[in-house]
């Protein structure tokens, strides 16, 4: 089976734009997270999406945005990039998201803005 | 605020030594907590998954315990291989969002 796959694995981008990173879990798997890890602030969460629908999120402010697509594949967008966007992006699936289920965390895409 | 801590941040081993890595959060209203190891620039792999019901989960070398009452889990690598070398992260599922510990970076000498 295969695992999770992030595009693209690494992003040169200036301040201002804007970029959209994608994701596909494992078949099967319904649930998706977004983190950000950061040498500064470790690993933390942004969002999760489940059957389409963001269902939880975390304290980013609103140029972070995703959405989730019917085959469970999802796509994070920043818009408006700051120096300080700059970071490791990991997205992680699992079956439901529910309470015995195993996060699988793909390889993630390295953003630089410069 | 929830919150994970994990000590020590840094340890140096040589091989074969059993070893214990502690991971500490202040809300024990979790569903589970789950170990991970980080290599260098890479994503992260699952080690082991403790549901909130559960006092410990075992997986070849690697045993997990949870004590929701003291807010604590360790840990514990038996008979440390170089191979196991790398950053090993708690995280804590709140149900609402999931908190990471700053990990501990794990070297492992031949």
């Known amino acids: 089976k295969a695992g999770v796959t992030q595009t693209p694995r690494y992003l040169i981008k200036t301040r201002g734009q804007q970029v959209t990173l994608s994701c596909s879990p494992i078949?099967?798997?319904?649930?998706v997270s977004w983190y950000q890890q950061t040498p500064g602030q470790g690993l933390q969460f942004l969002f999760e999406y489940f059957s389409e629908t963001q269902r939880n999120k975390g304290n980013f402010p609103g140029r972070f945005s995703g959405r989730q697509f019917s085959n469970s594949r999802s796509e994070m967008n920043v818009s408006t990039l700051e120096l300080g966007d700059s970071a490791l992006y990991l997205c992680?699936?699992?079956?439901?998201?529910?309470?015995?289920?195993?996060?699988?965390f793909g390889p993630g895409t390295r953003l630089t803005v410069l | 605020k929830q919150e994970v801590t994990q000590i020590p941040a840094a340890l140096s081993v040589p091989e074969g030594e059993n070893l214990v890595l502690n991971c500490s959060f202040t809300?024990?209203?979790?569903?589970?907590l789950q170990w991970f190891r980080q290599d260098p620039g890479k994503g992260l792999t699952s080690l082991l998954l403790?549901?909130?019901?559960?006092r410990e989960q075992t997986s070849g070398r690697l045993n997990a315990s949870l004590d929701k009452s003291s807010g604590r889990s360790t840990l514990y690598i038996a008979a440390s291989q170089p191979g196991d070398s790398a950053t090993y992260l708690c995280?804590?599922?709140?149900?609402?969002?999931?908190?990471f510990g700053p990990g501990t970076r794990l070297s492992v000498l031949p």
């Open positions: 992680a699936s699992s079956l439901e998201g529910g309470d015995i289920d195993t996060q699988y």
């Open positions: 078949s099967g798997h319904r649930s």
């Open positions: 403790i549901q909130s019901s559960q």
């Open positions: 995280a804590v599922h709140y149900g609402q969002n999931f908190v």
């Open positions: 809300d024990s209203a979790i569903y589970n």
